[in-house]
């Protein structure tokens, strides 16, 4: 096991963005390596979901050493393939081709456009994620969101019932997936409900400090001046709304609390709560909403060393306080 002994216990809620996960992946693998922090709870969406499970299931073979070679493998894998749209479709994706495929998506659905079913997020989870294991010993309480397709309404799969079905569910691009079916109810991706969820951490964990991983600034500094950029913003918001709601209704929540007093536990508790931010800020700037579709290992790696600075200095400013 490499780093301290752990100092202190977190929850983690992970945010989904595609390929823009691996952002995550750099994050995890500081704390990880630091062993400064144990995680009692793991909130995740859509590609933070795949971070999630792989950090439970290299937990489980090797502790923080396992978890880490696990994230490197199961973005390793993602690397194996050209691109998202090579995946879905089966074509070589240049730069070109992506653009005529997403443009398509418009017009046809996912049935009509990816007739075969090919989705690479299955054939990655199975390979990797033993999940009748990750139920029985998983050493975190998890929460793996997706979207109810007839209502909007946000499932929560936990330790009891997480599957390979529910993390499809989660990473289920309606502009690209079929719905996956569970229970008798359509899903679509998580994010568009919950992304990443922060109520379960909340009232099911235990631990104080939330830290939040983003892989997208909660704000712009510059405000959309293209189709395009106005296009993207469109969809950052898609997903990132409902996150900045729980957490006004957390911070008004608290704000109240502490002007009365005695408390009950439960009123103790939400007070207590410290939500902290872990995400890129403007380093992704300069990236497009299509590299989240983008699955070069450079790319990736990049991603990850930008993910890795980003704890350093969150865990400097924690150290400091």
Not at 138 to 162: E, H, I, Q, W, Y
Request: charged share 25%; net charge negative; with cysteine.
């Amino acid at each position: 096991m490499t780093g301290k002994p752990a100092e202190s216990k977190i929850s983690l809620a992970l945010q989904g963005g595609g390929a823009h996960g691996a952002f995550t992946w750099g994050v995890l693998d500081y704390l990880l390596e630091q062993g400064s922090f144990d995680f009692d709870g793991i909130s995740a969406t859509s590609s933070g979901a795949m971070n999630a499970c792989a950090l439970t299931q290299g937990w489980l073979d090797g502790e923080r050493d396992g978890a880490r070679a696990m994230l490197s493998k199961l973005w390793e894998s993602v690397a194996a393939q050209a691109s998202l749209m090579r995946w879905a479709f089966a074509t070589p994706a240049g730069a070109a081709t992506e653009r005529i495929l997403l443009g398509l998506t418009r017009y046809f659905t996912p049935q009509e456009m990816n007739p075969l079913g090919i989705n690479p997020v299955k054939n990655i989870a199975s390979a990797l994620f033993d999940f009748d294991r990750i139920r029985a010993n998983s050493p975190f309480k998890l929460f793996v969101a997706a979207t109810r397709v007839r209502d909007g309404r946000l499932r929560l799969f936990d330790n009891t019932n997480l599957d390979l079905d529910s993390v499809l569910a989660s990473t289920c691009l309606p502009q690209l997936f079929a719905p996956v079916e569970i229970d008798g109810e359509m899903y679509w991706d998580g994010g568009y409900a919950g992304n990443p969820a922060i109520e379960p951490l909340v009232y099911r964990c235990d631990a104080e400090t939330i830290a939040c991983v983003l892989v997208q600034p909660i704000e712009r500094a510059q405000a959309p001046a293209t189709a395009r950029e106005i296009g993207e913003r469109i969809t950052e918001l898609s997903f990132s709304t409902t996150f900045i709601r729980e957490l006004e209704t957390l911070q008004t929540a608290q704000s109240m609390l502490a002007k009365n007093f005695p408390l009950t536990p439960l009123g103790q508790r939400l007070r207590k709560i410290d939500i902290q931010m872990i995400e890129p800020g403007e380093s992704l700037d300069h990236y497009s909403a299509k590299t989240r579709l983008t699955a070069r290992i450079d790319f990736l790696r990049d991603l990850r060393d930008l993910g890795r600075d980003c704890a350093q200095a969150w865990c400097e400013r924690v150290k400091r306080s």
